[in-house]
């Protein structure tokens, strides 16, 4: 992802905090969090922190977004649609918890070979 989306991209280490998402993009003065995850199946496994850093960024007008490796496909959806699915989200382990991807119908599905420039499009924009 480092080089192919545009402005400055960092990988964030798990020291940064509990549930930080894995990625910081600041691009012409947009900043957009990506949390990094490849499905399981048919689910995609959060822990908790990862949740609950979602609610606290999107209740303060955050751009977050969850990049899903699917097989060939890349799945992205917005925090927002997280949340709207709270209620469907199960748990796992006291730490962690899951959600089917049948759940996630408003999510953007991207194929090989991926279209780079409109992922930054739709992260930058949406």
Not at 15 to 35: M, Q, R, S, Y
Not at 58 to 68: D, H, L, N
Request: hydrophobic letters at 40%; a positive charge.
């Amino acid at each position: 992802m480092k080089t192919n989306l545009p402005g400055h991209v960092t990988r964030i280490e798990n020291t940064a905090g509990i549930g930080t998402p894995d990625v910081n993009i600041c691009h012409k003065g947009v900043e957009v969090w990506l949390e990094l995850k490849v499905a399981k199946g048919h689910y995609i496994f959060l822990r908790t922190s990862q949740v609950a850093f979602c609610v606290r960024r999107v209740a303060e007008k955050g751009r977050i977004f969850f990049v899903t490796r699917y097989g060939d496909e890349i799945l992205i959806f917005t925090g927002e649609e997280l949340l709207n699915h709270m209620d469907k989200i199960e748990g796992v382990t006291s730490k962690s918890c899951k959600l089917h991807l049948s759940h996630l119908e408003e999510s953007f599905v991207f194929t090989k070979p991926y279209a780079w420039k409109s992922i930054a499009d739709l992260i930058f924009t949406l």
